[in-house]
C-alpha cells in the first residue's frame, strides 16, 4: 500500500508532475507567483529574526485586517492594469467615497445602507466619466486619473466641509464589521473545508471538460494532492489566527471580492475580453469584442473598488477626515498590484495579485513599525520592492518572447 500511495503522489500526475510542470512554465517565462512568495518567505524570515513577535498571531491577526482596505483598492488597479492603462486617483476617490458615507450617515441621518450606496455609487460615476473620456476623446488615462486625483481630493474637503473630520458611530455595524468581527473557531474551519471542497469541485469539473473535448487535463491524483496541501494549509493558518483574536469577517470580505473578480476574468466572456484586450487592443477589435464597453467597465470597476476601499478604511478607523485616502494610499495600492504580479505591459496578472501584493507591502510596514523604524525606511524598502518587481516582469516578457520566436 505505501508503495502504491508513492507511487501516485510521483507519478506525472502527482507531485512530481506539477513540479515538472512548474519548471517547464518558470523556463518558458512564466514565472507566476513564485517571485512573490520567494520574496514574502525573505521578508518574513527577516523580520522574524529581528523581532519574534512578527510572526505571532496577534500580529498576523491585525496584518490580514490591515489588508483589507488597500488591497479591495489594489484590486481595482489589477483591472486597469490589465488593459495597460493606469488610475492614478483611486486614493482621492476613495476618501470621497468615505466623505460621502460619513456626511450621509452621520450629518444627514440617512439610512446606513443607503449611505453605503450612496458611496459607492460615487465611486461607479467617476469610473463611468474616466471611461467616456477615455473611450469618446482618447485622453490618455494618465492624464485623466492625474486631473482626478486633484480634482477629487478638492471635492472630499468641500464635502467634509470646515470641520474637516466626522467620526462614525462605535456602535454602528459598520464599524463593529471593521473593527470588532470575527469568526468563531468551528466557523472558521468549517468555511476551510468547504472552501477545499469547492477548489477540488472545480478542478474535477475542469478536468472532465478537457478529457470529453480530447484534451491534455490534470489527472485526480494531483487534484487530491493539491486539495489535501491546500487544505492543511487554510486550517494551519486558521489554527493559529484563533490563538489570537481570530479571522477578521473584513479580510474574508476582501478575499470574498478577490474570489468574485477572478472567476468573472477567468470564467466569464467579459474576462476573457478583458485579457484580450490588454494583449492587444486592434487584434480584440478584428475578433468582435466592443472594445469602449470593456475601457468603461473596467474603469467603473476600479473606481467602485476604490470607493469600496475608501468605506472598509473609514470603517476601520471610525471616522473620514481630510487625510481619508491621502497620504501612500495611491502608491501603497498601486505598488501592490505591480508586486503582485500585474503587468504593467498589461494582458498579465490575476486577481490574486491584489492578495499577494498587499500582504507584501503590509508586512514591510508592520515588520518595520515592530521595529520602531521611521516610515522613511519603510517608502525605502517597498520603493526597492517595486522596481525589482518590474525588473522581473520585463526579464519574464523577454524570455517569453525568445521562447515565442525559438
Not at 454602528?172 to 477545499?196: D, R, T
Not at 517608502?379 to 523577454?398: C, N, P, Q, Y
Request: hydrophobic content about 55%; aromatic content about 8%; some cysteine.
Amino acid at each position: 500500500m505505501i508503495e502504491n500511495a508513492e507511487e501516485g503522489i510521483l507519478s506525472p500526475g502527482g507531485i512530481r508532475g506539477a513540479v515538472t510542470s512548474l519548471l517547464a512554465r518558470v523556463r518558458g517565462g512564466d514565472l507566476g507567483s513564485v517571485p512573490v512568495i520567494v520574496g514574502l518567505v525573505v521578508i518574513w524570515s527577516v523580520f522574524q529574526l529581528l523581532n519574534p513577535v512578527f510572526l505571532s498571531s496577534r500580529n498576523l491577526v491585525d496584518l490580514t485586517m490591515q489588508c483589507a482596505a488597500i488591497g479591495t483598492i489594489a484590486l481595482g488597479i489589477v483591472l486597469v492594469l490589465l488593459l495597460g492603462e493606469i488610475d492614478l486617483s483611486v486614493g482621492s476617490v476613495s476618501g470621497l467615497a468615505a466623505a460621502v458615507l460619513a456626511v450621509g450617515f452621520v450629518e444627514l441621518q440617512w439610512n446606513l445602507v443607503v449611505a453605503l450606496v450612496a458611496a459607492v455609487a460615487v465611486g461607479c460615476l467617476v469610473g463611468m466619466l474616466y471611461g467616456f473620456l477615455y473611450t469618446r476623446f482618447g485622453v490618455p488615462s494618465f492624464v485623466i486619473t492625474l486631473a482626478g486625483l486633484l480634482g477629487f481630493l478638492g471635492l472630499q474637503l468641500w464635502v467634509l466641509g470646515e470641520t474637516g473630520s466626522i467620526s462614525l458611530p462605535f456602535d454602528s455595524w459598520i464599524v463593529e464589521f471593521a473593527q470588532q468581527l470575527f469568526l468563531p473557531p468551528w466557523v472558521s474551519y468549517v468555511g476551510v473545508a468547504l472552501v477545499v471542497g469547492a477548489y477540488a469541485w472545480t478542478l474535477t469539473r475542469k478536468a472532465q471538460r478537457r478529457t470529453a473535448a480530447n484534451l491534455v487535463s490534470q489527472s485526480y491524483r494531483e487534484i487530491a494532492v493539491r486539495s489535501v496541501i491546500l487544505l492543511v494549509f487554510l486550517l494551519a493558518a486558521a489554527w493559529y489566527l484563533n490563538l489570537s483574536r481570530g479571522v477578521g469577517v473584513m479580510f474574508l470580505f476582501f478575499l470574498a471580492l478577490v474570489v468574485i473578480m477572478n472567476f468573472a476574468l477567468t470564467r466569464t466572456r467579459w474576462g476573457r475580453a478583458v485579457y484580450a484586450v490588454g494583449g492587444s487592443v486592434e487584434a480584440a477589435r478584428r475578433a468582435g469584442i466592443r472594445v469602449d464597453r470593456i475601457y468603461l467597465s473596467v474603469f467603473a470597476l476600479c473606481s467602485s473598488l476604490a470607493a469600496i476601499g475608501g468605506i472598509l478604511a473609514a470603517a476601520r478607523l471610525a471616522s473620514a477626515n481630510q487625510s481619508s485616502g491621502g497620504g501612500d494610499t495611491n502608491l501603497n495600492a498601486i505598488a501592490a498590484a505591480v508586486i503582485g504580479g500585474a503587468s504593467l505591459f498589461g494582458g498579465r496578472g490575476t486577481a490574486f495579485s491584489a492578495v499577494l501584493g498587499i500582504i507584501v507591502i503590509q508586512s514591510i510596514s508592520s515588520g518595520l513599525t515592530l521595529l520602531n523604524l521611521d516610515s522613511s525606511v519603510a517608502f525605502m524598502i517597498t520603493g526597492i520592492v517595486l522596481v525589482l518587481a518590474v525588473i522581473v516582469d520585463s526579464i519574464s516578457r523577454r524570455t517569453r518572447a525568445a521562447s515565442g520566436r525559438a
